[in-house]
């Protein structure tokens, strides 16, 4: 993460994403194809993204992983307004819905604005929305050595505290209440 800061730092226009070092040909995550050839940056390399991949076939899963694909951890580190002048060149109309919500922000309104703009929202996420179209504005760098699962399913939260030996206080109300 320290690296991430470091290349936010040195090149504020870009967006960092920091892309997990795979273990497998998951299917189920997302990944950030890197260019080959990184930044010209000090320290650790930071690579422009060529493309992002999103749940792929096993097929095409065995080819990123063969040639150094990256998971997309979703973890991304920037300046705010590198953030939103990346949304404003993509999703300018996505940006604009959260106007009426920047001009309520502190007054009795922001939570009515908020409802409001969410409401009027079409469902989309902001990895469809943003970061393909703006894959320009990204670089990626790699988070080695991290031992890292996608949430997105409750099984693999389980597999998680499993491997890890981590056992968190709700989990025995669970356990309980699936048994009774």
């Known amino acids: 993460m320290t690296h991430a800061v470091a290349v936010a730092v040195e090149r504020p226009e ?32 930071a690579f422009p993204i060529r493309r992002f991949w999103e749940k792929p076939s096993l097929r095409l899963a065995e080819r990123l992983f063969e040639r150094g694909a990256l998971w997309n951890s979703f973890v991304m580190v920037g300046r705010v307004d590198t953030f939103l002048g990346l949304t404003r060149r993509v999703a300018p109309d996505l940006l604009a819905a959260f106007d009426p919500v920047r001009l309520a922000i502190g007054s009795p309104q922001e939570t009515q ?63 309980l209440a699936s048994a009774g």
């Open 113 to 175: 604005a908020a409802e409001r703009a969410y409401a009027a929202l079409e469902s989309s996420g902001f990895s469809e929305r943003v970061l393909v179209p703006g894959a320009d504005g990204l670089l990626t760098v790699r988070a080695k050595s991290v031992d890292w699962s996608d949430w997105g399913h409750p099984q693999r939260v389980m597999a998680t505290m499993r491997r890890t030996g981590w056992r968190p206080a709700w989990l025995n109300r669970v356990e």
């Open 14 to 45: 870009f967006v960092v994403l920091l892309g997990v070092e795979p273990t497998a040909p998951e299917t189920e995550y997302g990944w950030i194809d890197p260019d080959p050839v990184p930044l010209p940056l000090p320290g650790e390399p």
